[in-house]
């Protein structure tokens, strides 16, 4: 799953937690909706996908870098 799909998965759970939003714990002395979990779900996958692309670029620049540099030196 990418971001896109992840986003569009964001908004059916907004549209369906407008219609139907039942409460499934409190925590806190405030009421947690089925939305808020779905939410924090998709919120959190979102923020997974940023790290393992950043990391993963990373990891491919410097590899492009390193070679550039010994290519040059010798």
């Known amino acids: 799953l990418g971001p896109t799909e992840i986003r569009i998965i964001c908004m059916a759970v907004t549209t369906t937690g407008a219609l139907w939003n039942p409460f499934i714990v409190r ?9 808020d979990a779905l939410v924090l779900s ?12 950043s990391i993963r670029t990373a ?12 290519e040059s030196g010798s």
């Open 42 to 53: 998709v919120g959190i996958g979102l923020v997974t996908v940023f790290i393992v692309s």
């Open 27 to 35: 925590a806190f002395h405030v009421d947690f909706r089925l939305t």
């Open 59 to 70: 990891i491919r620049l410097d590899r492009l870098d390193r070679a550039k540099w010994t």
